[in-house]
């Protein structure tokens, strides 16, 4: 089993920058799969970002393609989202996930477990 906590979301203009971080417990964390998920208010949670147990391979959605980079430090049990010209439409809370599939899981249902979430405001 593994614990998720993320941080490093906050206010930040347009076209600005910020790095998510999610910590993990455990001895085992390069044996999950890492993602990222965001829900905004009213809306479903939907899949950003995944990168494999390795960090060898990675996966985006389409709107944040050549904006967000996933990265992950097996040493530190860390797994990043550099997310670089935000728009306003990615204002959401962002969710940390792990599978205990090794490859990368795209689904909610795929994950196994999860962070609490941290909240990224983008304004116009």
């Known amino acids: 089993q593994v614990q998720l906590v993320e941080s490093g979301g906050g206010l930040v203009q347009a076209g600005g920058s910020l790095r998510l971080s999610c910590a993990a417990s455990g001895r085992t964390f390069s044996s999950y799969a890492m993602s990222w998920f965001r829900q905004a208010p009213g809306k479903e949670r939907g899949f950003v970002a995944a990168?494999?147990?390795?960090?060898?391979?990675?996966y985006y959605a389409d709107s944040v393609k050549g904006r967000f980079t996933i990265s992950r430090d097996n040493a530190k049990n860390t797994v990043y989202l550099q997310m670089d010209s935000l728009k306003p439409e990615d204002t959401a809370v962002y969710y940390c996930?792990?599978?205990?599939?090794?490859?990368?899981?795209?689904?909610?249902?795929?994950?196994?477990?999860w962070g609490q979430g941290t909240q990224v405001t983008v304004s116009s």
């Open positions: 996930a792990a599978s205990e599939t090794k490859i990368i899981a795209t689904t909610t249902s795929r994950n196994d477990y």
């Open positions: 990168i494999n147990w390795s960090g060898t391979s990675t």
